[in-house]
């Protein structure tokens, strides 16, 4: 009896550790991408006025997950998942410092702008792919829907709230400065990393699993698909990063040119999303009890549509912040129990490639949104764009209540 209390002890205090350093690194990575996703849209606006070549940075740091994720998953589901975040953040430090090199040398242009957004991109899929599949090795079962809301919190806090009012105060004393401060973030998460305890490769013995690449990916996808609730909240993940994709490419000139922004204006109506992100994150287990996981997660559906919606019909600061509010909010709800229920139904080995294929249909849809949009915003005008995704945010709310049943969600295990 005393061993069994003391290993449960052991583990109670390796789960908090563990946590806590997750968390951690989770918000010092995403503080930084909430910086960066403000200065580099906002750099662009300097060097082109195109509504499309501006939201093509978008674009470009969200393409990885289209082209590159179920690649990436194989090596989550190879290799100890602890190193590849640490080289995913040595990557985007390389990145930064090139970056703030060509800024003070005067010599910065869109292209090498896009390809420091690519391998920002790249490196997000490693990072992201990888701290999902490693939350089931650091942390026993029963703390898992704890350590996901807090990491989704973090996520959203820092990368939607924080990072985006840091983000616009910096670029308006300096971009370059913005940057630095961006690889300096990133530099110390690789430090955090470090304080983590236990195994983190997938496969015990450090043996590896045989078969090519492309069978490995194989595999994933052939999982994903046998799972009915779990392909279906794929394909509904897909309209709703299109929209985000979309909302995220558009709203730089959204704000400068229907609102009449300054950066750090700007930086406060995109950090409107991360304060909706907290309340998700601090309430999702007191929503969860209240409603039911199924009408937290549809409340991403309706935070969604009003997130599109609300530019076409309103230039109000105020109202477009309490939309993109509504958005952070149900889109933590969304996270933290689809993380939740994929931890708890997929084995461990297979994690990396199912998390890399089910954020393939939906971040991958992210680029699409954002390239889709910024045709549409140079065709028809940009709240005609912004109304196209509005409806198909909405027309998600039949698929949604047809899969994710209160019966498929009883099946789920609960460990």
Request: charged share 10%.
């Amino acid at each position: 009896m005393s061993k069994l209390l003391a290993t449960t002890r052991s583990g109670a205090r390796s789960d908090a550790r563990n946590t806590g350093v997750l968390v951690a690194f989770t918000a010092l990575t995403n503080l930084a991408d909430g910086v960066l996703k403000v200065a580099l849209p906002l750099v662009a606006t300097t060097l082109t006025s195109s509504p499309g070549l501006v939201a093509a940075v978008a674009t470009v740091l969200t393409l990885p997950w289209l082209l590159t994720s179920l690649h990436v998953g194989v090596l989550v589901d190879r290799f100890d998942r602890r190193a590849l975040l640490l080289a995913a953040n040595l990557v985007r430090v390389t990145t930064m410092a090139g970056l703030v090199a060509a800024l003070l040398a005067d010599s910065l242009s869109l292209l090498p702008l896009y390809a420091g957004a690519a391998l920002m991109g790249v490196a997000e899929v490693v990072a992201t792919t990888a701290s999902v599949a490693l939350v089931p090795a650091a942390v026993t079962p029963p703390g898992r829907e704890r350590a996901n809301a807090w990491m989704a919190g973090a996520e959203t806090a820092c990368g939607e709230f924080t990072g985006p009012f840091v983000g616009g105060v910096l670029v308006a004393v300096g971009a370059g400065l913005a940057l630095g401060a961006t690889g300096a973030a990133y530099v110390v998460g690789m430090l955090v990393l470090l304080f983590l305890v236990g195994r983190f490769a997938p496969h015990a013995g450090g043996t590896r699993p045989q078969g090519s690449v492309h069978e490995r990916i194989g595999e994933g996808l052939a999982y994903l698909w046998r799972q009915p609730m779990l392909r279906g909240m794929a394909l509904l993940l897909t309209v709703l990063c299109a929209c985000w994709g979309a909302w995220l490419a558009l709203m730089p000139l959204v704000a400068t040119e229907l609102l009449d922004l300054g950066a750090a204006e700007f930086g406060v109506l995109m950090s409107a999303l991360g304060a909706g992100g907290i309340v998700g994150a601090l309430t999702v287990g007191w929503v969860n009890r209240l409603l039911g996981r199924r009408w937290a997660m549809f409340a991403d559906l309706l935070g969604t549509a009003a997130m599109m919606a609300v530019p076409v019909l309103s230039a109000n600061l105020w109202v477009v912040g309490a939309a993109a509010f509504l958005g952070g909010m149900g889109g933590t709800l969304w996270t933290v129990n689809t993380r939740t229920i994929s931890q708890r139904m997929v084995p461990d080995a297979m994690l990396g490639r199912f998390s890399a294929a089910f954020r393939l249909f939906g971040w991958g849809a992210m680029p699409l949104g954002a390239a889709l949009v910024g045709v549409l915003a140079e065709l028809v005008g940009i709240r005609a764009a912004f109304a196209f995704f509005a409806v198909a945010a909405l027309l998600t709310v039949v698929p949604f209540l047809r899969v994710v049943t209160p019966a498929a969600l009883a099946a789920v295990p609960r460990h």
